[in-house]
């Protein structure tokens, strides 16, 4: 079973900056795509899988919108290039 076949949701590709918080500490990052279930984030910085995240998004992103604004969340893999987040269900 492939990557694609195992998703529950579609995924968008998009390039947007975005704003987070972990353990209250406020970071910047460029989403590449998203989906109802998640999210990923280029940013550079020391994480851990697991750790909480709050997604602020910019009022202006009608991409991130559609999944709504400040979704929470927990980062679930994390690459050289930044990392992967499961939207909490709201």
Known sequence: M????KR????RSVSIPVEFTIQANLYRGL????????IFI???GRFTVGQDISIISPAD???LRSVGN???????WISPHGIG???KKP
């Open 2 to 5: 492939t990557t694609k076949e």
């Open 8 to 11: 529950k949701h579609v995924r």
């Open 31 to 38: 989403a590449y795509n998203i989906s109802d279930g998640g």
């Open 42 to 44: 280029n940013v550079t």
């Open 61 to 63: 992103q009608v991409s």
């Open 70 to 76: 400040n979704r929470a969340g927990s980062i679930v």
């Open 85 to 87: 987040v499961k939207f």
